[in-house]
């Protein structure tokens, strides 16, 4: 097993990084990969992305999201979080052991002394507490095996980036389930920060194989190819929002104006359907201002550009065009 150095923070680049040494590199190494993520939101592969999301919150915390290439559900990742990535080969294509390859996390854990546990299917749990979520991808007879270790994360932003109000939106996505969770710092004797703890943590997996830590450098080309991927997939609306399943929105608010309804019909990330209701007192065909909306991305900055040259009060009366879009996305 070789260890790759990844120091970015920037998560389009990292998850591309990834799954490049996952699907590209030689099949007669295997690699480990430590790194981290600057704020973001995760969302796994088959997930419909505005479902995990509080939208609000993230655009106003400048937090990206961005999708994986594995199952499972959403997380948040920061500076104080940790991941790992064991890219490995596989005996079977046919199952998936989270087990087997998150014994090396567990037993690097045990010897700082941080007693943990395998909990269900895949998380890793201190005092019945998730601290790691992990998530799997099988290509080729190669197993990529990834999670996060949260080890002096904010866990306030945690819980607001991913509070989501998920009665409103119907999907066949992939839920998130929520947990406790906690961080690994409080439970080591030592005062050592998340850096110092990715040293400890990758002396001590290099320790579980039995062998001295050693090093693989990618090449120009590699790094060439890492970029490419995230200017054509991991940076692009159309991978991380566009690729969820479709959905629909209803969505009910009150104003000084009236109360206005929405209901919409969403199909790769781009509003298909809109039909609006409401007491409001309009002069105009509301028709129109539901046809405006189709083909339009499902995000309130798209949605905002959409209406600009529209007078909403001649469909909506006193409603405002701000209040008309914080109800399409409250």
């Not at 830590?213 to 060439?224: A, G, H, N």
């Amino acid at each position: 097993m070789k260890f790759i150095e990844n120091t970015s923070i920037d998560p389009h680049y990292n998850l591309a990084f990834e799954e490049y040494v996952f699907k590209n590199l030689s099949r007669d190494e295997e690699f480990v990969l430590l790194w981290r993520n600057g704020p973001s939101i995760i969302v796994g592969k088959n997930q419909n992305t505005v479902e995990e999301i509080n939208m609000e919150y993230v655009k106003e915390n400048n937090i990206n999201v961005v999708r994986r290439v594995t199952g499972g559900g959403a997380v948040y990742h920061d500076l104080g979080n940790l991941n790992f990535s064991f890219i490995v080969n596989a005996e079977s294509d046919e199952k998936i052991d989270f087990k087997t390859y998150n014994i090396p996390i567990i037993k690097a854990l045990e010897k700082i002394g941080v007693k943990c546990d395998l909990s269900g299917r895949n998380d890793l749990v201190i005092d019945e507490k998730k601290f790691s979520g992990i998530a799997q991808s099988i290509n080729k007879g190669r197993v990529l095996n990834h999670g996060t270790l949260l080890f002096d994360s904010k866990l306030d932003t945690l819980s607001k980036a991913l509070n989501v109000k998920r009665d409103k939106i119907e999907s066949k996505g992939v839920k998130s389930v929520s947990s406790r969770v906690t961080n690994i710092k409080p439970y080591i004797s030592e005062d050592i920060d998340v850096l110092e703890f990715k040293q400890v943590l990758l002396n001590n997996i290099f320790e579980f194989f039995d062998q001295p830590v050693e090093i693989y450098e990618l090449s120009d080309e590699d790094k060439r190819n890492i970029q490419k991927m995230v200017d054509e997939r991991y940076g692009t609306w159309e991978w991380n929002f566009g690729r969820s399943p479709k959905f629909n929105y209803k969505c009910y608010s009150r104003f000084a104006g009236g109360c206005v309804e929405a209901r919409l019909q969403v199909e790769n990330g781009l509003i298909e359907g809109c039909k609006i209701y409401g007491d409001f007192f309009g002069k105009g065909d509301v028709k129109d201002l539901e046809e405006k909306l189709i083909g339009i991305r499902y995000d309130a900055d798209e949605v905002k550009n959409a209406l600009n040259d529209l007078n909403i009060d001649e469909y909506l009366g006193r409603i405002t065009r701000e209040e008309f879009i914080q109800c399409l996305f409250s």
